[in-house]
């Protein structure tokens, strides 16, 4: 049974999305935006500044929306951006907020409520990740899958919010296969090989050690990071129908020979960038054609 104090914070946990979500609502409509954006790419650690090759319309801070997270992790800007593509409207996150900063579940993945709550139909996963397969190298580009939620709270735990879908979700189908058929398509054009695998999501901050990276590969795991699953879960429970590419930034523990640090994972985000941005641009022409 759910208590009182529980029906209180669920409630006001809507109420704070929902305010969120009028606030944007307006201010998209004062910057003559009449439909609803469509589509959504969150961006993951040194992905930011893909908006820099887009039709930007309108940026906006997020500690400028209402109750809405700030990221406190460097290569996370913090900016939700609103964006012209092919003749219809996008948004695309600046960073995001991870469990390992002290947030809840429910603050890491509000941005998704939010982006389900304006109407958003399709959502777009970016990340950096360790790599596992030992086929892998830093520099890959891999199309999650599927996915292994390791170590972190479920983000449906909690009162149920009816308004965003059912209390117990089907996650059979979490990563669209024709939105992979697309993204297997522009790497085509662009001459980009894609690896694909299973995404292993684990708390952080901390990296993992080889014998966990051990076991998540007996478990079929190919890359490994401390995002995505959450937002990836909340998203599927509100209907939207998602991909996720992950950045393959480092190898995983026991697989490297040299220490693993943020540092190198933001070098690598830095000399693959351009070609993933290539890619993210192109697939999102490509997904707003499919409807």
Not at 52 to 65: G, N, Q, R, T
Not at 133 to 157: A, E, K, Q, T
Not at 166 to 185: G, I, N
Request: glycine share 8%.
């Amino acid at each position: 049974m759910v208590n009182h104090s529980m029906r209180q914070s669920g409630s006001q946990d809507y109420l704070q999305a929902e305010t969120a979500a009028r606030f944007l609502r307006n201010l998209f409509q004062k910057h003559g935006l009449r439909d609803k954006p469509e589509l959504a790419v969150i961006l993951g650690s040194g992905l930011g500044n893909f908006t820099d090759c887009l039709a930007v319309e309108l940026k906006v801070p997020y500690d400028s929306i209402p109750h809405f997270p700030t990221p406190s992790v460097v290569g996370h800007p913090g900016s939700l951006v609103l964006v012209r593509q092919r003749r219809r409207w996008m948004v695309c996150l600046q960073g995001r907020s991870h469990l390992y900063e002290g947030h809840s579940m429910g603050t890491v993945t509000f941005p998704v409520r939010v982006l389900g709550m304006l109407g958003i139909k399709h959502l777009v996963v970016t990340n950096a990740a360790g790599g596992m397969n030992p086929r892998f190298r830093p520099g890959d580009f891999m199309l999650i899958s599927d996915h292994i939620s390791s170590f972190i709270p479920n983000p449906l735990v909690g009162p149920n919010w009816e308004y965003c879908g059912t209390r117990f979700p089907d996650m059979s189908q979490c990563y669209s296969l024709r939105f992979r058929r697309a993204a297997y398509r522009c790497g085509k054009q662009l001459k980009l090989e894609l690896k694909e695998g299973v995404y292993v999501a684990v708390s952080g901050p901390s990296y993992e050690t080889p014998a966990e990276i051990r076991m998540f590969r007996r478990l079929g795991g190919a890359a490994i990071g401390m995002s995505t699953v959450p937002e990836i879960m909340v998203a599927r429970q509100m209907g939207l129908e998602c991909l996720g590419i992950s950045l393959i930034t480092n190898l995983a523990a026991g697989l490297s020979k040299t220490p693993i640090s943020h540092a190198e994972v933001l070098s690598t985000t830095e000399q693959r960038k351009s070609e993933l941005f290539k890619l993210l641009k192109n697939l999102c022409s490509e997904i707003l054609k499919l409807e």
